[in-house]
């Protein structure tokens, strides 16, 4: 049956630093290398080896994908970097300490801004520090200058659709793993498992921990698990 694997990238460096990351690029730490690594050696191990790989613009996600590969002994397979994979955009948000924000906004008003569905946190101003609109990889792209989940979903479930859809359905024994980050994968976990607006602001996705769902021909989901626990 086709497979959708689903990994969200390792500890980052902002990850262990506590801040807002967004769109802004940070690199893994060396616990999110390993994290990384061990997801690949669980796929060779379990003999769940993706034929095709999808992931985002970002250097955590794509250095994830590399070292999980790797690890698994694929690292040779097609890949595919779209920018529609990215994480969530946090707006002005970005590079901010989360518990000091909390301090400064009020817990309750950073809880909206990071888990409501269709509410987004503050504008990032143009020309601003981590403005990324000059950035080369985002050439062509009107880079968001903050985003909702319930915008990440607008873009992540299109790309799927278009784009990941036709190579699981190139035959009944298609692997595809998409290494991504919290916000796009909670969009396609969402589609997928079928969740409330209202739950899915609730759902945390580990780091590093493989998601794999089998599916149907049609591509109806027929089980969904981590890999670690089967």
């Known amino acids: 049956m086709p497979r959708l694997i689903l990994v969200r990238h390792g500890q980052s460096q902002w990850n262990l630093e506590n801040r807002f ?41 794509i250095k994830t994908l590399h070292f999980a590969l790797e690890a698994a002994g694929i690292l040779w397979i097609p890949e595919t970097k779209d920018w529609r994979l990215n994480e969530r955009h946090y ?27 269709d509410t987004p946190p503050p504008v990032l101003e143009r020309g601003s520090e981590f403005d990324l609109s000059s950035d080369p990889r985002y050439a062509g792209i009107d880079v968001p200058q903050t985003e909702s989940l319930k915008d990440t979903i607008a873009r992540v479930l299109p790309y799927y659709q278009s784009s990941i859809v036709p190579h699981l359905r190139t035959s009944s024994d298609a ?21 409330s607006d209202e739950e899915i602001t ?27 626990e089967r």
């Open 21 to 61: 990351t967004g769109w802004w690029d940070v690199d893994l730490t060396e616990k999110g290398e390993a994290e990384a690594r061990a997801a690949g050696a669980l796929l060779k191990e379990k003999g769940i080896l993706p034929t095709v790989a999808f992931t985002s613009l970002q250097t955590r996600a």
């Open 91 to 117: 707006g002005g948000l970005t590079g901010l300490d989360k518990a000091e924000t909390a301090a400064k906004h009020g817990e309750d008003q950073v809880k909206i801004w990071r888990r409501s569905f």
């Open 175 to 195: 692997t595809v793993i998409v290494s991504a980050h919290g916000n796009s994968l909670r969009a396609l976990v969402k589609h997928l498992s079928n969740i």
């Open 202 to 228: 609730g759902l945390e996705i580990p780091t590093g921990q493989p998601i794999v769902y089998d599916l149907d021909t049609d591509l109806n989901v027929v089980d969904r698990y981590y890999l670690s």
